[in-house]
């Protein structure tokens, strides 16, 4: 049986960044479903660092993970450009205040900035915010980065282990899974969009995290998106795009489709209706559709992260719910849950967020 103090089920970025804060101080075993960590949600991002998405809530974490970022170098520049037309407008403004409220910079940009900006925008576009934050991250080192920083501090990762039972056993859980049974004394929930089953399983909660299905295409165009170009978002969200190498660019429809979690694959229509969404913005042609993916975005009924220790099932630990900014705010997540999950004080670039509001408490 393999003994741990901390054992955190999900090896993806939630899990992973956990391990790499609490490794050096608890015997931590990170359990991964998958014959590799980052398979599901992790592994499909759209790869963007952004201080407005999210909302005012996620904001802080979103801010105070931008220092370690950097200093680490998985932030790279890109800027950002929300867009709106006369639909859009009020969405737009609203944007703007939630961003003024909020501290992010940002700029307006009337129809002639626009267009210097993204040559062939369609009439129906006159209004823009710029959002000069906004930054390319890179997932995979930052992944890699977190699995290795766990791994240095002695943390045990187990692949091909999906947890079959949880269990109370005196003053602790006793978990079954594929790779053979764990003794913790604490479990963390860091399974994504299976965490309603992990949680079933513990007997803990029912807090409902409800995973979406989100779309991405990767296109050649004429003209080509240049490189140095931002990323464009829809005020409405009904779409967003970015440049990829070689002129290519990332579409999304922006879409959230609930489903049950599992291997999820992208769907011909939501490709279509991104592509159908992209030539009503500029007057580009698609030439060509390199591929397609999709992944699992998970939310709470409220659409914030869910952290802290649950109220029912002593000794279980949710770290859940990070929609789609748990990338983003990977680092400022994982200092705030470490520090509650093991009783101490909170570190300096989380010290004036309140973890009381993403407690799973919040819920009861």
């Known amino acids: 049986m393999t003994q741990a103090d901390i054992a955190i089920v999900g090896a993806g970025i939630a899990g992973a960044s956990l391990a790499a804060m609490i490794g050096d101080r608890a015997r931590v075993v990170l359990i991964e479903a998958e014959s590799q960590p980052g398979y599901h949600s992790t592994g499909r991002s759209a790869a963007f660092w952004s201080e407005s ?3 005012p809530l996620v904001q802080p974490l979103t801010t105070a993970s931008q220092p370690w970022l950097d200093a680490h170098g998985f932030l790279h520049p890109r800027g950002c450009i929300h867009i709106a037309d006369a639909g859009g407008r009020p969405a737009l403004d609203a944007l703007a205040t939630e961003m003024a409220d909020c501290g992010v910079a940002h700029e307006w940009l009337d ?75 604490l479990v963390v929930n860091a399974a994504g969009a299976w965490a309603n089953r992990i949680a079933r399983l513990a007997g803990a909660s029912a807090v409902d995290i409800q995973p979406y299905r989100r779309t991405i295409a990767q296109l050649t165009t ?40 599992h291997d999820v694959a992208p769907e011909e229509l939501d490709v279509a209706i991104a592509i159908d969404r992209f030539e009503q913005v500029v007057d580009w042609r698609v030439l060509r559709r390199e591929r397609a993916w999709a992944g699992l975005r998970s939310f709470s009924p409220d659409r914030l992260p869910v952290y802290g220790f649950d109220d029912i099932a002593p000794g279980f630990f949710w770290f859940a719910g990070q929609g789609g ?40």
């Open 325 to 364: 900014f748990g990338i983003q705010t990977a680092p400022a997540a994982a200092m705030l849950a470490a520090a509650v999950l093991l009783g101490e004080a909170l570190p300096e670039p989380v010290a004036r967020i309140d973890p009381e509001r993403y407690s799973p408490t919040r819920f009861a």
């Open 53 to 55: 998405y999210g909302g």
């Open 111 to 185: 129809r002639p900035a626009l267009e210097t900006m993204l040559p062939g925008l369609r009439p129906a576009f006159a209004t823009g915010l710029t959002e000069p934050s906004c930054r390319d991250i890179d997932v995979g080192g930052l992944h890699g980065d977190f699995l290795a920083r766990a791994r240095r501090s002695g943390t045990n990762l187990l692949t091909d282990a999906e947890v079959t039972d949880i269990a109370r056993v005196d003053d602790g859980w006793r978990l079954e899974t594929r790779a053979g049974p764990i003794s913790a004394r």
């Open 222 to 261: 004429n003209p080509e998106m240049a490189p140095d170009m931002p990323l464009i978002m829809d005020a409405l969200g009904r779409f967003y795009f970015k440049p990829e190498a070689g002129g290519r660019l990332w579409l999304s429809p922006h879409d959230e489709t609930a489903v049950e979690p």
